[in-house]
């Protein structure tokens, strides 16, 4: 089944499930409070690819659901096409809130990661959200990291501290500032 059949189906069963009786013990519905919600993002010129600007957010009370995808960034270049190509079906269908990019630990996949950020900002238009594992990165390093991140276009960040090193490879160690 194809992703975007799965997220139409989810759509309309989201939709017929909901009551019209409202439910003392159920949390409010999103209609009744607008505190905290993210606007979903709609393209504003879908036929200009060199647009700087990034989507609006349409009136808040739109009922659709949000999405938001994550990417792993491949191994190879063939990968690294192939994963572009799905990115650009896949955010033209659903017009993702914002699409997730994976870091390596230690900076494992940072280059592939950067490229993909790249691809997804300045080609698509979309809003990314970077993971940055920081678990073996100097502050050096960091700094790099988030000067190549602004660099691109990508303004939001998820940095993550990273798995415990595995035993026999190392120990946590923390960095004082340069």
Known sequence: MKIIDKINRHSRSASSSISS???????PSPSSTNRNKPSRPTTTNSDSKNSNSKPSTPNSSSSSPYYSFEFFPPKTEP??????????????????LFVDIT?????????????????????????????????????SDLRGALTAAKAIG??????????????????WTTHQGE
């Open 21 to 27: 009786t409202p439910n003392s013990s159920a949390p």
């Open 103 to 139: 870091w390596g630990s230690s900076g494992s996949t940072s280059s592939q990661t950067l490229k993909i950020a790249e691809f997804c900002t300045n080609e698509l238009n979309l809003n990314v959200l970077m993971h940055l594992t920081c678990n073996g990165l100097g502050i």
């Open 79 to 96: 990968g690294l096409e192939n994963l572009y190509h799905r990115i650009t079906k896949m955010s033209s269908y659903s017009s993702p």
């Open 154 to 171: 990508v303004r939001n960040i998820l940095a993550l501290r990273g798995d415990q090193p595995h035993k026999g490879k190392g120990e």
